[in-house]
């Protein structure tokens, strides 16, 4: 997934594609969801959509934090 271009945030549309990637997965059974992202991009985003942190990868350089998230469909 690609970041998101500044015009285009907190208009709703990360929501929207979130909640469709989340029904079009249950869809045929699915029944978690998981992703990453960094400090630097959006790891709030994905707690405010109900992900939770199951893991962080902190060996990255200038204190840059990967995070992992999942969520129960």
Do not use: W
Request: glycine share 6%; with cysteine; aromatic share 18%.
């Amino acid at each position: 997934m690609t970041d998101i271009a500044n015009e285009y945030r907190n208009k709703g549309y990360g929501k929207i594609m979130i909640a469709e990637a989340e029904r079009l997965g249950k869809e045929p059974g699915c029944i978690f969801a998981h992703t990453s992202t960094f400090t630097y991009q959006s790891p709030e985003f994905y707690k405010r959509m109900d992900y939770e942190i199951f893991a962080v990868n902190d060996e990255y350089p200038e204190d840059i934090k990967q995070f992992f998230f999942k969520k129960k469909l």
